[in-house]
């Protein structure tokens, strides 16, 4: 049964920082890739960052990039977002989820959500002073 949990969000002020854990199970980390998403009530889930599979490289969107980092820690069976430089505009409930296809990169991830098919209940994260 595939899973992941998010944990790690919590109150910030802008400026601050904050490190997501998904931890996963009953899937091989190595072989999916991992997005990131955000949503906000009322609003359409939005792509942040996405973590492809084997090698591990990184995508982000333009408004996190230089802020957020992706990683994953395959012997753990866990992915991290380190969030820094946080702004209100990153309040948000934070997702990650599995990419359906084994060996799956994030060519386009945030165009494509609903390849991202299994994700975890989310943590929020709000930024505010």
């Known amino acids: 049964q595939v899973q992941l949990v998010e944990s790690g969000g919590g109150l910030v002020q802008p400026g601050g920082s904050l490190k997501l854990t998904c931890a996963t199970s009953?899937?091989?980390?190595?072989?999916?890739?991992i997005g990131w998403f955000r949503q906000v009530p009322g609003r359409e889930r939005e792509g942040v960052s996405c973590?492809?599979?084997?090698?591990?490289?990184?995508t982000y969107v333009d408004s996190v990039k230089g802020r957020f980092t992706a990683s994953k820690n395959n012997a753990r069976n866990t992915a991290y977002l380190q969030m820094n430089n946080l702004k209100p505009d990153d309040t948000a409930v934070y997702y990650c989820?599995?990419?359906?296809?084994?060996?799956?990169?994030?060519?386009?991830?945030?165009?494509?959500?609903?390849?991202?098919?299994?994700r975890g209940q989310g943590t929020q994260v709000t930024v505010s002073s």
């Open positions: 009953g899937f091989e980390l190595d072989y999916y890739a």
């Open positions: 989820a599995k990419e359906r296809h084994v060996y799956g990169g994030c060519t386009n991830f945030a165009r494509r959500p609903a390849d991202f098919d299994s």
């Open positions: 973590i492809s599979s084997g090698a591990g490289r990184t």
